[in-house]
């Protein structure tokens, strides 16, 4: 519906007609063009064109909607493809901070961590990208931690936690099929083997300095079990911020809506 100058839709209701405060009182076609009384800013016809770019989601209100496809397993296309590689450069720090978390083992013991770092078979792990970021091994992680794909309008991703009481998000184990192709997988499996393939090692040595590094516990006792576990989490996660693909990830989000 195109609103003409002088429209009912754009005048303020009778009680507040005549007050002359505020932006839509009096408006004629001569008010539009012309008018700049008191303190009031001109309203005109730039600021009409203004408000109409903004309920269309276009210009410097709004940006346009980007076409995600549809969260489903469907034929393998170049859209469907890109739409993964485009999620997995926002979720890479988050995946690379799971996958890595996912190999400790679930112990509390200091020594025993250390122990499991120190040999080089940690560097071996975080290098092996094909083995890592298998795609079974993936669907089996992100399902038991209920992390989700998630997309926004604005072209932008995350990897998402879900409440305990929802069902486990779907990921596809095999996904390598041209007709049953699940995209948000292969944006997990993608980021997952960028990472590592590019940084594998470099992590490996970094997680173990950081571990190491945040030991703030007295030295005239042994760390809690809990204590150790957070130190695990907090190595790895700044560990992972350190990598190329989480570093392009960050700018990414800084600058918001930017075509891949």
């Given at each position: 519906m195109t609103m003409t100058v002088g429209s009912p839709h754009l005048r303020r209701s009778p009680?507040?007609?005549?007050?002359?405060?505020?932006?839509?009182?009096?408006?004629g076609q001569k008010d539009l063009s012309h008018r700049s009384t008191g303190n009031n800013s001109p309203v005109g016809i730039p600021l009409l064109i203004l408000c109409l770019l903004c309920l269309t989601s276009i210009g410097p209100c709004g940006a346009e909607t980007f076409p995600w496809p549809e969260a489903s397993i469907g034929q393998r296309t170049s859209d469907r493809v890109s739409a993964g590689k485009r999620a997995a450069k926002y979720i890479a720090c988050e995946v690379c901070e799971e996958r890595s978390l996912s190999l400790f083992p679930n112990t509390g013991d200091v020594d025993e961590i250390g122990a499991f770092m120190d040999v080089e078979h940690f560097s071996d792990k975080l290098s092996d990208a094909k083995t890592l970021c298998g795609m079974r091994s993936l669907a089996k992680l992100f399902k038991g931690r209920k992390m989700e794909v998630q997309t926004f309008a604005d072209g932008t991703a995350r990897l998402s936690k879900l409440d305990l009481d929802a069902p486990a998000p779907f990921y596809e184990e095999i996904n390598t099929s041209d007709l049953a192709f699940h995209w948000q997988s292969y944006a997990v499996q993608h980021a997952c083997t960028e990472i590592f393939r590019r940084d594998g090692e470099e992590l490996a040595k970094a997680i173990e300095a950081n571990f190491y590094k945040f030991d703030n516990t007295d030295p005239r006792r042994l760390p809690k079990p809990e204590e150790v576990r957070q130190r695990i989490s907090k190595a790895v996660s700044v560990s992972c911020r350190t990598a190329r693909l989480c570093k392009e990830a960050d700018k990414l989000r800084h600058k918001g809506h930017d075509e891949l």
């Open positions: 009680q507040h007609s005549g007050t002359g405060r505020g932006p839509y009182s009096r408006l």
